[in-house]
């Protein structure tokens, strides 16, 4: 019994060494995905971090504006780009940026006006932001909160002209409801303001280079979420479901990448058993036999994708807010793309093993860096231009366009011609690499 144990054991791990490409792949395959993985998250301080895409549309083009998009510049957070209110909208609304900041006409002297005097109007700094960069709107929240502090409150205290103290003085001064105590150390500090403003000119311009000091919020900020959607939508019924429909996208992709190895192991076990070899010997062409499987696989993860978004239609209320016709279309020739690409992986791995041991980190990698996981804006800087050369970006791109940012066909044209461009290319190759037997 043991002689036997023993045998079989012996054969297991022959058969498993034996085949040297399986071998090498199962070994040294994760170790370099690991690795690219390691170099792209544990890179160390000193790796480059994307910046955020901001457009700013400055219709006050005052000194104190001026010098808060300077002061946002120099942080290094963001690449900041001039546009009009227009331009911006259309471009968030069409994701070519995360955020977009809206500064409004006077916004410089009501904000220094406000700071002293609560019945002075406060202007309003508007953030309009792709709903799938919530994070982005967070970061450029907190940000613009500090330069605006910092740099209104050296413009209210520096220049009387826009502070409005002496009016705050007035009405502080005519308030018999407040506590006399606290009236005379709020007027008090407001005539040490204005004796601060009345100092010499020297004194004011390097007081211009301080940090200064506020009293209250100058400004109020508020935030739209900008898509592109029907007429009769409320306002936030395309964005508000960006990151589970983004979701439900990149797991119905990668759920077609995985059902294209099985596909591939299936067709690799077939030409091991000689039904390929039999195929052949009837009067039937090459092209006409990985046509009916190119095609047969199609239609199977047409079905898979349809049933993924479906379930998430009905569970998370995601829905196709752009083109119909534009979706179907991506649907399509997403699965004619990763349909290709079992036949590609059956031309190329000579065993079952093979095929698995090389397929799944493709696959893998291919999700992770198309966006399937994670939204590419992410990842460092250097990985987002590499993202653009696999085939699920564009696919995942394409159905975010037509699904809830609420685009239209020509919009997605562009993600339809590489993706289909993608299948035949790996259509082709298989073609021409195909084993017919072993």
Not at 14 to 38: E, G, N, Q
Not at 61 to 90: C, D, H, Y
Not at 428 to 435: E, K, M, N, Y
Request: net charge positive; glycine share 8%; aromatic share 8%.
């Amino acid at each position: 019994m043991n002689r036997v144990f023993r045998a079989l054991v012996a054969n297991d791990l022959r058969l498993f060494f034996s085949d040297k490409r399986a071998l090498v792949a199962t070994i040294f395959v994760p170790i370099l995905i690991a690795s690219f993985f390691a170099m792209i998250f544990g890179g160390g301080s000193d790796a480059k971090k994307a910046t955020i895409a901001v457009l700013v549309a400055d219709a006050d083009q005052s000194k104190v504006s001026r010098k808060i998009i300077e002061g946002l510049r120099i942080e290094g957070s963001f690449t900041l780009t001039p546009a009009s209110e227009e331009a911006a909208r259309a471009a968030v609304g069409r994701g070519k940026a995360s955020v977009a900041l809206v500064i409004p006409k006077d916004f410089g002297k009501q904000s220094a006006s406000a700071m002293f005097n609560p019945l002075a109007p406060r202007p309003k700094l508007t953030f309009l932001y792709d709903p799938a960069h919530n994070a982005d709107l967070q970061m450029a929240r907190g940000l613009m909160t500090q330069q605006v502090m910092q740099v209104v409150s050296q413009e209210a205290f520096s220049n009387p002209e826009v502070s409005g103290i002496g009016d705050a003085l007035k009405l502080a001064e005519a308030d018999t409801s407040r506590d006399p105590q606290e009236k005379s150390a709020l007027t008090e500090m407001l005539r040490s303001v204005q004796k601060w403003q009345s100092r010499p000119p020297k004194a004011a311009e390097s007081a211009d280079s301080s940090p200064g000091m506020g009293m209250s919020n100058p400004c109020e900020m508020e935030s739209e979420a900008v898509v592109a959607k029907k007429p009769n939508e409320p306002k936030d019924a395309s964005g508000g479901k960006a990151g589970a429909t983004h979701v439900f996208i990149g797991m119905g992709v990668q759920g077609l990448l995985f059902f294209a190895i099985d596909f591939a192991i299936g067709m690799v076990r077939d030409r091991r058993l000689g039904l390929w070899k039999r195929l052949r010997a009837a009067p039937i062409s090459r092209l006409m036999l990985l046509g009916s499987r190119w095609i047969s696989s199609t239609l199977i993860g047409l079905v898979v994708l349809c049933a993924v978004l479906a379930f998430g239609a009905m569970l998370y209320g995601i829905r196709v807010n752009g083109s119909t016709v534009g979706f179907l279309l991506l649907a399509v020739a997403s699965s004619l793309m990763v349909a290709a690409f079992g036949l590609l992986i059956a031309a190329l791995g000579r065993t079952e093993g093979q095929c698995r041991a090389f397929a799944v980190p493709a696959v893998l990698t291919m999700s992770f860096l198309g966006g399937a996981w994670i939204p590419t804006f992410m990842m460092p800087a250097w990985v987002q231009p590499i993202s653009q050369l696999l085939p699920t970006r564009w696919a995942v791109d394409g159905f975010d366009l037509v699904t809830w940012r609420g685009l239209g066909l020509v919009d997605t044209l562009p993600s339809l011609g590489v993706v289909l461009l993608f299948a035949f290319i790996f259509a082709g190759f298989a073609l021409t690499r195909f084993r017919w037997e072993e």
